[in-house]
Every structure is written in C-alpha cells, then in structure tokens.
C-alpha cells in the first residue's frame, strides 16, 4: 500500500529581512525577521509525495526536472529530519521509517526569480511529509528552516516572526505566528514583477559575501533590526498602516545598501525598481500621506502594501504611470483589479512602455494546507475508504 498527499503551500515577503547567517549547516539567521504570508490562490508551490514500501529509491521532481538528492545537501537534511521523527514518534523499527518517497513540486510562478520561491518550495514540501507521516503536531517550522531559512516563516498564515534565537544547535531559532490573516483583512499586496528570470547572485551566496565584508551588516544587527522588530510587531497589532508602512520601506532600503556595501556588491535592484522607489515616494506625497509602501527581496521585483480602501484610487495611478501595450486582462493578475472610469489624476508622469511584465494583487493567507489526502492500492488504484 502507497499513500499519496498533495499540499500548498504559500509564499511569503519579509518586512524585515533576513540577511546573513551565524550557522550555514543548521541555517540560523544573524537577526530576526518579520514576514507577511500571501494567499495561496495567487502564487504557491504544489507538492505531492508518494510514499511506500514498493517506491525503488528516493526522487525529487522540482518543475518537471529531476533534482539529485545525494547532492542537494538541503534536501537531504529534510529527508532526514523527516525520518529521524518517523522513528522517535512511532518506534525505531518502523517501517514507514524505512519507506523511500517521490516527490513532485512546482510552483505556479517563477523560480529564482526573487519572488521567494525557495521559502514557499521547502514550506511546501515539509508540510505535505509531515501530512503524509502523521507529523503535522511537531516543530515543522524548525525542520522548513533547514531547507531555506524564510520557508519557516511559510508555515504559517497571517503576520510571521522568525526569532533568530542565540542557541548553537538552533533550538530556539524558529517561527511564530504575530498574528492571522484575519487581524488585517484589509491588507493587500501588489506585486510588480520587473523580471522574472533566474538572478545572478544567488541570496545564499549574496549572504554569505555580506557576512564576511560588510561593517554595515554588523550595526543592522546589532542596532536597527531589533528596534525595528519590536516596533513594526506593535505596528501590526495596532494596525497602524503609517507606521508599518515606514519601517517597511526604511528597512528595505537598509537592506540594499547592506548589498551594496557588501565586498564585491550583490546588485540585486536595477533602474526599474528605482524608478518605482520614486514613485510611491511621489503618489505618498501628493496624496498627503503614507498610503502604500515597498519592499525588495534579493531581486527587482517590488511588493507593495496598502489598504483595501485605497486600492482602486492607487492602481489606476499606477497604470498610468507604468503603462503597457498588453489589455489589462493580461497585464493585471489577481483579485481586485478593475479599475474605476473616471479618477482625479496626481499629474504624475508616464514612463515608458512596458517596464513592467506584469501586476498582480493579492490579500493575506492562512498558511499551507492539504487539498489531497488518499491511499493507493499496490496496483496504483485508488483505496476505498470504507
């Protein structure tokens, strides 16, 4: 008997970032972060395993090509972690223990690309293991980390802090929920994607070239994150969009001139996430107040946040000011993109065509969740549950 789980699981987008390593083998982070998870209706990584005692040997399909796991060191430790529990949680002799699986993961948007495909791939794949084996009670945020360190931060719905802990083996290095989707309704994210091939510099080795050159990684650290934390935590609880949105942005940006300062920079930004830095700085001011603000990944690919009642009045601005020749139906993805007929314009000036693939919008998610749970007979055929 085979036992087949399907599960997705959803990205998420730090406010304030993880940057830097104290461990690379367990992968704990040199500071805290604090992350927003999306919903999964919009972008997601799907995973299904097959696990059972007629599998030849352990495989792992990642968008359709086959990924070693002998090699993948990550993978690996996932694997492992997964079947250590296995043992201590239904005895050293199980056979589930011994079982090997196949894996098959994809996401629904680009990988690599600086859209935290890695966070949500890792989230994902821990999770439907967990689903499979009956181990969905234990730390599986602790188990994600060691897979990509923000996919700890994916496990989770709503509003995430990943404490980065002082224990050497990581004990206390794991994720916790601030607060659910449901504490922010209002909250929406935009996605503007600028370029959605694979980056130069991946964020592991942009990491670790930061931690040995940069002075100023060392005062984020020691001074600006923690004060941050504290402040955009109480920021969420209070749903002070204001506040939120500035630290947000102030930490962003501290975050790229850490990359810059890094011995040879890991350039991550380029002229078209500038030009949006300048524009929402600009929609702010002539509105008269913060109204949506901005963050950067390790890539060029801007996420901004705002209000659900100030959506419609900013992405008919934002149309104007990055035109394209596609129809909107193309051009604008997601949920909550019609715009209205008539606006009162800011007088801000259109750029050039097509600076940006596409626009997609979205709210808050709940977290992972199994949306296919069975059995299958040795012959491949389905297990009656009766």
Known sequence: ????????????????????????????????????TLDCDQMHAKTSVLAGPFIDEDSVWLNGQIMSIETNKRLKKCFDLIRNLIRIRKGENSQEAKWNIRVCSENNFPTAAGLASSAAGYACLVYTLANAFGLVDEDLPSIARQGSGSACRSIYGGFVHWKAGTDDLGSDSTAV????????????????????SQKKTSSTVGMKQSVKTSELLKYRIQKCVPERTNEIIQAI???????????????????????????????????????????????????????????????????????????????????????????????????????PAKIKPYGLKPKDKD???????????????????????????LKSNN
């Not at 929920?177 to 959605?196: C, F, G, K």
């Not at 930490?251 to 890991?266: E, G, R």
């Not at 009642?309 to 909107?328: A, G």
Request: glycine letters at 4%; one cysteine or more.
């Open 1 to 36: 008997m085979e036992k087949v789980v399907t599960c997705v699981a959803p990205v998420n987008i730090a406010t304030i970032k993880y940057w830097g390593k104290r461990d690379e083998h367990l992968i704990l982070p040199l500071n805290d972060s604090v992350s927003l």
């Open 177 to 196: 929920q601030i607060s659910a989707d449901t504490h922010w309704p209002e909250m929406r994210i935009i996605i503007l994607v600028v370029n959605d």
């Open 237 to 339: 609880t209070d749903k002070n969009f204001e506040k939120f949105a500035e630290i947000t942005m102030r930490d962003s940006n501290q975050f790229h001139a850490v990359c810059l300062d890094t011995y040879p920079p890991c350039v991550y930004l380029n002229q078209v996430s500038h030009e949006i830095i300048s524009f929402i700085h600009d929609y702010n001011e002539a509105v008269g107040q913060i109204k949506v603000s901005y963050t950067f990944d390790a890539g060029p690919n801007a996420f901004l946040f705002i209000q659900q009642k100030d959506l419609s009045l900013f992405m008919s601005e934002l149309v104007n000011v990055f035109p394209s020749q596609q129809p909107n139906s193309s051009y604008l993805r997601g949920i909550e993109t019609s715009l």
């Open 355 to 381: 600076l940006l693939k596409y626009i997609m919008v979205t709210k808050l998610g709940s977290g992972p969740k199994c949306v296919n749970d069975h059995l299958l007979n040795n012959d491949g055929t």
